[in-house]
């Protein structure tokens, strides 16, 4: 707490919403941290630019990008893990936020 105290004090003041998200059970967390579609994005397009001093032109920048488009996409292939529970978790949490889209 020395070596931070601004840091500290924000946690405190907003502590009831930054502890919402430990309501949950694990495996409910867990996609709630890691299906941010954009950011996930943006952070492979970051990682990937950040070490080019720069691009020759326009199209080189968007092979690379493509790329790493390419490489998200595999990921995202991947089924995420006790789906179903998950699902009938959210389900119990966020009622009027499911039905519309799905059936359950």
Do not use: C
Request: proline share 6%; no cysteine.
């Amino acid at each position: 707490g020395d070596k931070y105290p601004m840091v500290i004090k924000s946690w405190r003041s907003k502590w009831p919403t930054l502890s919402a998200y430990f309501k949950y059970p694990e495996y409910v967390r867990k996609p709630i941290y890691t299906t941010n579609a954009v950011e996930a994005v943006h952070r492979q397009f970051r990682k990937l630019t950040k070490t080019k001093g720069g691009f020759a032109n326009e199209n080189s920048l968007l092979k690379l990008l493509y790329a790493g488009i390419l490489k998200v996409f595999e990921r995202w292939a991947h089924p995420i893990q006790n789906w179903n529970l998950t699902l009938s978790q959210l389900a119990i949490h966020f009622p009027e936020r499911l039905e519309k889209y799905i059936s359950l």
